[in-house]
């Protein structure tokens, strides 16, 4: 069974400082892994995307996440944060090759706010 | 359309009225997908439609919740006499045929159950 897990549902970093948002998945055979970021009263953005190329994505915004097979990681990260990053990041999964139905597992989602 | 296009943005209504939710996807869109997110909760998958047919209700809360899609397009979410609990955003995806499972969600329906 596919499940993802988002550590820390709130997370508050200074602007300027590194932003580091956890996310681990079970899975028997690597997945897919998304994240996704929710602005106030919006619906959610494709940060970035992990399909089997390189290892270390880069997404949007100056994201990037780093697939770690042996840690089953896929975390979020950004150099510097800036106030705009205020926002709600929802961490994905889904199974390689699968069709259909309920394929996709969002984590619970960590809230990060910036401190000016 | 552009985006995923979902009305009304937001909907206040008494406990045991019916509730209607509306979800227009991506033009050429084959899959629609029903979320709700609750205060402080992540995203509850609700009902997925291929086309026209949905082969996987499991999300639906209770026989209270229905859906349709008509057409391989609109999709219209039904809650029958709503509950207070049902209060929540209510979020449509769609995704095209290609993508690796990316879904372009739509901005969302507030329901407010007083």
């Known amino acids: 069974a596919q499940s993802v897990t988002q550590l820390g549902s709130h997370v508050s970093v200074s602007e300027g400082a590194l932003v580091l948002l956890r996310c681990n998945y079970s899975s028997s055979v690597p997945p897919y892994l998304f994240w996704y970021v929710q602005y106030p009263n919006q619906g959610l953005q494709l940060l970035l995307k992990?399909?089997?190329?390189?290892?270390l994505v880069k997404g949007i915004n100056g994201f990037e996440a780093e697939f770690k097979k042996s840690e089953t990681s896929f975390h979020l990260t950004k150099p510097s944060a800036h106030m705009s990053d205020a926002a709600e990041y929802f961490c994905?999964?889904?199974?390689?090759?699968?069709?259909?139905?309920?394929?996709?597992?969002f984590g619970t989602g960590t809230r990060l706010t910036v401190i000016p | 359309g552009a985006g995923v296009s979902q009305s009304p943005s937001n909907k206040v209504t008494e406990k045991g009225k019916d509730v209607e939710l509306r979800c227009d996807p991506i033009?050429?869109?084959?899959?629609l997908y029903w979320y709700r997110q609750s205060l402080g909760q992540g995203l509850e998958f609700l009902i997925y439609f291929q086309g026209n047919s949905a082969p996987d209700k499991s999300g639906l809360p209770s026989d209270r919740f229905s859906a349709e899609r008509t057409g391989g397009s609109v999709s219209t979410l039904t809650i029958q006499r709503t509950q207070q609990e049902d209060s929540a955003v209510y979020l449509c995806?769609?995704?095209?045929?290609?993508?690796?499972?990316?879904?372009?969600f739509g901005a969302g329906s507030r329901l407010t159950v007083l």
């Open positions: 033009s050429g869109h084959t899959a």
């Open positions: 995806a769609s995704r095209g045929a290609w993508g690796a499972n990316v879904l372009t």
């Open positions: 994905a999964v889904s199974p390689r090759g699968a069709t259909g139905a309920n394929n996709l597992f």
């Open positions: 992990y399909t089997s190329a390189a290892t």
